[in-house]
């Protein structure tokens, strides 16, 4: 069982969308698909769906072309941000509403029913009104829907965003199992880095209407194929500053200068983009290890409780920076900022990876 996209693009009022896309997905896989809002994740999903025909190219299903095809003749499940179920039904009704529609007997309705209940952890609300569960208990509710139908392809947009942090997480935890157990194909959208490594499987990098890389999702987290992806794959996203290579030298500018070994090394001199994620940095007099140092200026800051994330000027550049603790510091001052240089990554001038960072194929 595969969902094939070959070449598919969609323009709508003469704006695009989707630039041509070549997507497989396989049977029994989680698919994240990542990126910013205006992406192109809920237009690439609607693609797959059957809900909007692609202006160029052809979607395949298990080999037969399906790109016409309405999406009611398709064994497609649908999940939205904003969770939909019938008001006046139980959550019984609604979890066997596609079932009855399918024609299916009053026996094999209440099993599968039952059974999908049991996944979700409904099985005590059957009986209750959509209204009477809390907002995790609707979300269990529809998703138990999609899954009721045995569909071949599950399709997720966003639908945990509304949920609380603790629901979220208990889901994310959960939807892994359920796919395991489904043996469908599942995609999977979010805006959320951190939400796809916590899901795994597999991600698709999303910017503009393109998929900048697909691939196993901690592959692509560790060795992003350009700036793009790191900017996605990163949140906050990465920070960026130019580098000269020379010899055995990285060069950073104002002095600032680090040792190019392990895959460096092989790079040709010239010059560079540096990239690092905002967790790589540190205020100087807490790293430990070797490290280079930036003076910054700072912006402000903002306290997570357990964690500080900085507001920097670096010249021309901007960073964020994420640390651990509460720290007391004044916007405007001068702060001095560490960087282990295992944590970079060098891209060329024209935004393509040259060498990821050391820890990543260590990781």
Not at 153 to 169: F, I, Q, S, T
Not at 337 to 351: C, H, S
Request: a neutral charge; charged letters at 20%.
């Amino acid at each position: 069982m595969t969902l094939e996209l070959k070449s598919v693009s969609s323009m709508v009022g003469g704006r695009v969308h989707i630039h041509p896309t070549d997507l497989t997905l396989t049977k029994g896989t989680m698919n994240v698909l990542l990126g910013p809002t205006l992406s192109g994740k809920t237009s690439l999903m609607r693609l797959m769906a059957g809900l909007d025909r692609p202006t160029s190219g052809r979607i395949f299903w298990d080999g037969q072309d399906v790109t016409g095809q309405r999406v009611q003749d398709r064994k497609v499940a649908m999940v939205y941000q904003q969770f939909i179920n019938y008001p006046a039904m139980t959550v019984y009704d609604n979890i066997a509403s596609p079932l009855r529609l399918m024609g299916q007997s009053k026996t094999e309705i209440d099993r599968a029913v039952k059974d999908a209940a049991e996944m979700m952890k409904l099985t005590p609300l059957l009986d209750r009104k959509p209204l009477e569960l809390s907002g995790g208990q609707q979300q269990r509710c529809a998703l138990a829907r999609a899954l009721v139908k045995g569909a071949g392809l599950v399709l997720l947009d966003e639908p945990l965003a509304n949920l609380d942090y603790k629901l979220r997480e208990e889901l994310r935890v959960e939807i892994p199992k359920i796919f395991e157990a489904s043996g469908a194909i599942f995609v999977y959208a979010t805006t959320e880095p951190e939400e796809a490594l916590l899901l795994g499987g597999h991600t698709a990098t999303l910017w503009e209407g393109r998929i900048t890389q697909f691939g196993p999702t901690a592959q692509v987290y560790r060795q992003p194929r350009d700036q793009i992806t790191a900017r996605v794959f990163s949140d906050p996203p990465m920070n960026f500053l130019p580098v000269v290579k020379q010899g055995h030298r990285l060069s950073f500018g104002e002095g600032v200068n680090a040792p190019a070994d392990g895959a460096f090394a092989a790079l040709a001199d010239g010059r560079y983009i540096a990239g690092f994620r905002p967790n790589h940095l540190e205020i100087a007099g807490h790293h430990q290890g070797r490290a280079v140092e930036f003076a910054c200026t700072l912006r402000g800051t903002e306290i997570t409780g357990s964690e500080t994330f900085l507001h920097l000027t670096h010249g021309a550049d901007q960073w964020v920076g994420l640390v651990h603790g509460v720290h007391a510091l004044t916007r405007g001052q001068g702060l001095t900022v560490a960087l282990d240089p295992q944590f970079v990554y060098l891209f060329t001038e024209d935004g393509r990876l040259a060498a990821p960072a050391s820890y990543a194929f260590a990781a």
